[in-house]
């Protein structure tokens, strides 16, 4: 159906930035709404950001508003999770997820499609 492949994640001092990509296969990325999840170990998965191209509308967790910007290429079939001002406790296995459902969500129920995640890892 749709593959999902997460690039980008890796250590990084607080206050930093890192750019997140999420390579789209199998179909077109504008068939879904793209969101970005993470999980640290023993917590449960937790939302981060999602858009979906019908207006580009976006969403975002409050812990990240104002520090991370989620956006897409077409062209490229990548979405693109941009984190500036990292903070220990961004850290975290950040993984790209996909839904077909329109509309944003930030339920990961919501979401059918998942990549294999990529660790960012934020020092102080």
């Known amino acids: 159906q749709v593959q999902l492949v997460e690039f980008g994640g890796r250590l990084v001092q607080a206050g930093g930035s890192l750019r997140l990509s999420c390579a789209v296969s199998?179909?077109?990325?504008?068939?879904?709404?793209m969101g970005w999840f993470r999980q640290a170990p023993g917590k449960e998965r937790e939302f981060v950001a999602a858009?979906?191209?019908?207006?580009?509308?976006?969403s975002y967790t409050d812990s990240v508003k104002g520090r991370f910007t989620i956006s897409g290429d077409n062209a490229k079939n990548t979405t693109y999770l941009q984190m500036n001002n990292l903070k220990p406790e961004d850290t975290a296995v950040y993984y790209c997820?996909?839904?077909?459902?329109?509309?944003?969500?930030?339920?990961?129920?919501?979401?059918?499609?998942w990549g294999q995640g990529t660790q960012v890892t934020v020092s102080s």
């Open positions: 199998g179909r077109t990325m504008s068939s879904y709404t």
């Open positions: 997820a996909a839904s077909t459902l329109m509309g944003l969500s930030e339920r990961a129920a919501d979401f059918g499609s």
């Open positions: 858009i979906n191209w019908t207006g580009y509308s976006r």
